[in-house]
């Protein structure tokens, strides 16, 4: 067999990968060649008398091949990602940005955001959303009010768990009863998006921050 088979020099694969494999002739028998996928399984078998050239297009096949994917679908970078990619909370990320966030929510240090929708900021007054506009500092601190550090899943939050500090410097009630998660007042509407530097959590109203 001559030429090596390696279809991932580095961790980086593109979304075509062609890979070579040759046979000379070598051996009288057959030989297999089995690419398996989550969905396709192809099998192969030949007599290796000629060179034959296997072009593969199919990306999941190779990452199985050669080992490129070790954690399934490649998820989102960063929480500053998930935020943006997720279609009801526009208003959050446009806020965050607003705020000078941003570098909070795309850092190493793992943090949790519970986001209000788009719908729960369509119930905050006007008036109340024209004055934060115009509050750098205090949208700051309502929008830290939805942040603690860590991640946090829903499967590790309890029935009448202990507050979670926020990085505003207050606290909130986040809690489960059966297959609910509520944050004070609030209910989570989409748990466990998960990035590798935190988790996001869409909840369906805006968190009142303490008056300091």
């Known amino acids: ?5 390696n279809p991932c020099h580095t961790r980086t694969c593109s979304h075509f990968i ?3 494999v040759t046979f000379d002739t070598y051996l009288a028998g057959s030989a297999i060649v089995a690419a398996h996928t989550y969905r396709w399984r192809f099998l192969m078998t030949f007599r290796p008398t000629r060179r034959l050239v296997l072009t593969a297009v199919t990306l999941g096949a190779l990452l199985q091949i050669a080992g490129c994917a070790t954690t399934g679908n490649m998820g989102p970078a960063t929480v500053q990602s998930v935020v943006g990619s997720t279609a009801e909370l526009s208003t959050f990320n446009k806020l965050v940005s607003n705020a000078g966030l941003g570098d909070v929510l795309s850092g190493s240090n793992p943090v949790t955001i519970f986001a209000p929708s788009d719908e729960a900021f369509k119930a905050v007054p ?6 934060l506009a115009k509050d750098p500092a205090a949208l700051k601190a309502l929008l830290q009010h939805h942040m603690v550090a860590g991640t946090v899943r829903s499967a590790d939050i309890l029935a009448g768990g202990a507050p979670l500090a926020t990085l505003g410097g207050g ?3 986040v809690s489960k009863a059966g ?11 989409k748990a466990d998006l998960f990035a590798p530097n935190g988790a996001v959590h869409v909840i369906d109203r805006v968190l009142t921050a303490p008056k300091k």
């Open 18 to 20: 062609h890979a070579f």
């Open 179 to 189: 297959g609910f998660v509520t944050v004070d007042e609030s209910l989570v509407t």
């Open 126 to 131: 006007a008036a109340t959303l024209d004055k």
């Open 171 to 173: 606290k909130i009630a």
């Open 1 to 5: 067999m001559n030429g090596a088979f």
